[in-house]
């Protein structure tokens, strides 16, 4: 069904919006001008993403707005204006110089969302160190893969995060040198630093030294279809984006109180939940905690949030729960709800008019896109299902693929309605401008001067953009995009299991569940036992946020003649789709499952997303 529009009247608005004639802001805008409106660092010594963030407006007239409120788990609240922030990041900063460590050198932050991650964060750009923050939900396998591929030789953590997850495969990572704890005051495990310590004794003084726009500040690890996670490497320069799209697709004002939910273990989470507001000069809310309906709708009243960036998941939790625990809040500060990461349905957009009156505005992009790249604006009616149009500065196109391995091309599609690839043409300032070591797999991502971004999408006649689903085979659990190979490969690691085909099945709250279908070794039985070991297998290491909610025992998986598991069969079959093209496969497939070899597992939905 469609379902109506959202009309919309720019003087209907509580403040004048920052894009205010969709056609007009496009053809008007430049990339030039956007970096203009930035600071640079002083000497016309480059551009630091941490200048833009913090010492700007510490040394300007804002110094003593909040810069983060930070609501701990056990309800203290925590105000760091931005000239403490300069202060905490300059100690930072000079501690990793202390340590010896060099620019360029990678900073791994595996934290809850303290304070600690934030000024380490920001000090080691300053440092202009490569930040690189995981999820805290994480488990030692997937901490593991990231910091050997990125060669961390820092990492941040807390006590117990290192104790559980890191302290045990400590020499695997062979170039870790230094593991600054934040909360090492009551003992320190062996082998770390106090964080405290080391702040206390650096200089508070600090001066970022040149900085090429073009040097790397931020890897984010990303998963593909095959092989190991992929670290896009973002730039300095990428500041511009990140601001540009929140005043476009955000609507950031400077006295917004603005909260994004994302943990910055998440591109969102950073991007939008620590360096655009900062660099706006908005005051942001940090939560610790997770998600909880009476929590949130208290911090969105309470601290009077003026802009919400949330997630699909999150929003499907609090429409599960009802009006009544938000019928008696007083929400009137809210003026604008986003809302990124995985497909928005209609329904969704149209509960926020009805809970908020404030439709909720999706919008689209990825780890490789460093920024927002197609919104709901702030003044343009909203198409509910829809991911909107292109920001300001960026051009789309849905396109199909042609030619061979030797000569690959893309054939632009002019026509409305049509599906195929979505790709943008390359050359925005947060475009990712390599994925770690890996060249060809970078390479392979643009052709005929477009990035390829593996999303299926149509265009409709008025531009607005609608999503299809993945040309492959990612996951995309709670906001969490999931690589099927990184959880294939844990599980082949249990002695008893043979093979594993991994996919994602539908899930009315998480978009999708991780289901893992494993075949065992002749003679070992699929008893409940080795079921739930397996589970608690593979939460062990990959961690709630990653491990199958459900595991089943197969007799044998489909697969392709030279020995790929189909996972495209495998879904097929478990959602009753049409089996496409079936001539590659080894032999017929019958996917009945042996027995009553089926596990599930009940999991905290969203633990470390959105
Ligand atoms: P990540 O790199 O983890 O942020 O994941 C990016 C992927 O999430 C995209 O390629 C999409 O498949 C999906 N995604 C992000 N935003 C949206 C959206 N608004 N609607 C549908 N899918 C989305």
Redesign the pocket.
Known sequence: MTWPTVQKDPEDLPVPPNLEEYRSARVGFTWDEARAALDGLPDGAGLNIAHEAVDRHANGPNADRTAIRWLAKDDRVRDITFRELAELTDRFANVLKDLGVEAGERVFLLLGRVPSLYIAALGAMKHRAVVSPMFSAFGPEPIRQRMEIGSGTVLVTSRRLYERKVAGLRDQLGSLKHVLIVDGADGLPPGTLDLEDLLAAASPDHRIAPTDPEDPALVHF?SGTTGQPKGAVHVHEAVVAHTATARFALDLHPDDVYWCTADPG???GTSYGIIAPLALGVTMIVDEAEYDTERWYSILEEQRVTVWYTAPTAIRMLMRAGDEPRVHRDLSALRFIAS?????NAPAVVWGQEAFGLPIH???????TGAIMVANFVASDVRPGS?GRPVPGIDVAIVHRVGDDEHPGVEVVEEPDVEGELALQAGWPSMFRAYLDMPERYASCFRDGWYL???LARRDADGYLW?LG?ADDVI?SAGH?IGPTEVESVLTAHEAVVEAGVIGVPDPVAGEVVKAFVTLYPGIEATDELLRELRGFARKRLGPAVAPREIVVAERLPKTRSGKIMRRLLKARELGLPEGDLSTLETPYDATPPGAAGTSAPQGAGEGAP
């Open positions: 990303t998440w591109v969102t990124v990461g995985e497909p928005l999706d919008n689209w992009w990825q780890t490789e991911m971004t593996r999303d999503f993945r995309k995009l």
